[in-house]
């Protein structure tokens, strides 16, 4: 990474050659090594501000982003977190009056052949429409109690979602067996 300091080779690039030695070199690194510490969690700072920075609410991301975050946390290293949307269904179809023409479907304010709210749209044969929700829910694996508590998981989890949602959108979290 770009803030990485490689400090027992700056160390050896620093000290001449006629006044080196091993024991002088291996006592200058171990004086240098809070330095080496200290960049290394700037390091792991740096990167993760650099994820968030660049996080948005796309699914893939964000999934990406949460799965990152908490795996370390989950009973079977194999389980993810998935957000599935609640979707509607789409455009309609047809619509239950007959008399109704092809070009009302598309044409909201045609007031001359009815209004195309009068008629309720069908997606399939004998659908009902039912509304949703919520836009999407989040489906978080157990959690290993030993490593974090349940509530903890929960209020991290939520402060994750809440900064990356948009924010006309609502959600659930389904947790799996817990």
């Given at each position: 990474?770009r803030?990485?300091?490689?400090?027992?080779?700056?160390?050896?690039?620093?000290?001449?050659?006629y006044?080196?030695?091993?024991?002088?070199?291996?006592?200058?690194?171990?004086?240098?090594?809070?330095?080496?510490?200290?960049?290394?969690?700037?390091?792991e700072w740096?990167?993760?501000?650099?994820?968030e920075?660049?996080?948005?609410s796309?699914?893939?991301?964000f999934?990406?982003?949460?799965?990152?975050?908490?795996?370390?946390?989950?009973?079977?290293?194999?389980?993810?977190?998935?957000i599935?949307?609640?979707?509607?269904?789409?455009?309609?179809?047809y619509?239950q009056?007959d008399?109704?023409?092809?070009?009302?479907?598309?044409?909201?304010?045609?007031?001359?052949?009815?209004?195309?709210?009068?008629?309720?749209?069908?997606?399939?044969?004998?659908?009902?429409?039912?509304?949703?929700a919520?836009?999407?829910?989040?489906?978080?694996?157990?959690?290993?109690?030993?490593?974090i508590?349940h509530?903890?998981y929960?209020?991290?989890?939520?402060?994750?979602?809440?900064?990356?949602?948009?924010?006309?959108?609502?959600y659930?979290?389904?947790y799996?067996?817990?």
């Amino acid at each position: 990474m770009r803030y990485s300091i490689g400090f027992d080779r700056l160390v050896n690039q620093l000290v001449p050659h006629y006044i080196g030695g091993r024991r002088l070199i291996l006592y200058l690194q171990a004086l240098v090594s809070p330095l080496q510490a200290l960049n290394d969690a700037f390091v792991e700072w740096a990167k993760e501000t650099r994820i968030e920075a660049s996080m948005t609410s796309q699914i893939f991301k964000f999934e990406w982003f949460l799965n990152r975050k908490f795996s370390r946390y989950f009973v079977d290293p194999n389980d993810r977190i998935v957000i599935s949307h609640e979707t509607t269904t789409g455009v309609p179809l047809y619509l239950q009056s007959d008399n109704v023409n092809d070009t009302s479907l598309y044409n909201q304010n045609n007031d001359t052949q009815g209004s195309i709210n009068d008629n309720p749209a069908f997606y399939f044969s004998n659908e009902t429409i039912v509304p949703v929700a919520y836009s999407f829910v989040v489906h978080a694996p157990s959690t290993d109690e030993s490593l974090i508590s349940h509530s903890e998981y929960d209020r991290q989890l939520r402060y994750w979602i809440e900064r990356y949602r948009l924010a006309s959108k609502t959600y659930n979290i389904i947790y799996q067996g817990q």
